[in-house]
Each structure stands twice: as C-alpha cells, then as structure tokens.
C-alpha cells in the first residue's frame, strides 16, 4: 500500500523540529474582526493566543505584523520572533 501524496501544509505540519522547544516560539499569524492576533509557544509547552498590547508568558506584546511580532521583556527589552523557516 503507497502512501498518499502529502500537501505543502501537510509536509510542513509534520516537519521534524521546525520549532525550538527551549525558547518562545512564534507558531501562527492571523486577523480577527478586532485586528491581528497570534499563537505564541513557550519553553514549557503553554501556548498563548495574544493581540497588541497583552502581557502574558513574561511579556507584553508590543506589535504583532505580517511576518513578527515584537514583545517587550520585564527588563524594557523588546526583540522580535519569526515564523519558523521551514527549508
């Protein structure tokens, strides 16, 4: 018995550690009726749903884009997280 031919999404929802476990990670970019929101994956495996300007997992979402977001630290730091690549 083959296996079916795997779709372009499919491939990429089953590639092999696409996410960094050990870190946050940005998992999915999306709109709502009330503006853009995401899905961000903590080292300990909690996953958020967040929009500008929520504090949660240590951090306030400071700006969420077509391809980041930006999140601001207790310490004032704010850097960005990406989608991941997906070679």
């Known amino acids: 018995m083959t296996q079916p031919d795997l779709s372009p999404a499919e491939e990429q929802a089953t590639t092999p550690d696409?996410?960094?476990l050990d870190s946050?990670?940005?998992?999915g970019l999306f709109s709502t009726n009330e503006g853009p929101a995401a899905l961000i994956?903590?080292?300990n495996g909690q996953v958020a749903r967040?929009?500008?300007g929520m504090r949660t997992l240590g951090v306030t979402v400071t700006a969420i884009g077509d391809t980041q977001v930006l999140l601001t630290g207790a310490d004032?730091?704010?850097s960005a997280v990406y989608m991941p690549r997906l070679d």
């Open 24 to 27: 946050l990670t940005l998992i």
């Open 76 to 78: 004032g730091v704010t």
């Open 41 to 43: 994956r903590a080292a």
């Open 50 to 52: 967040i929009v500008p």
């Open 18 to 20: 696409a996410l960094d």
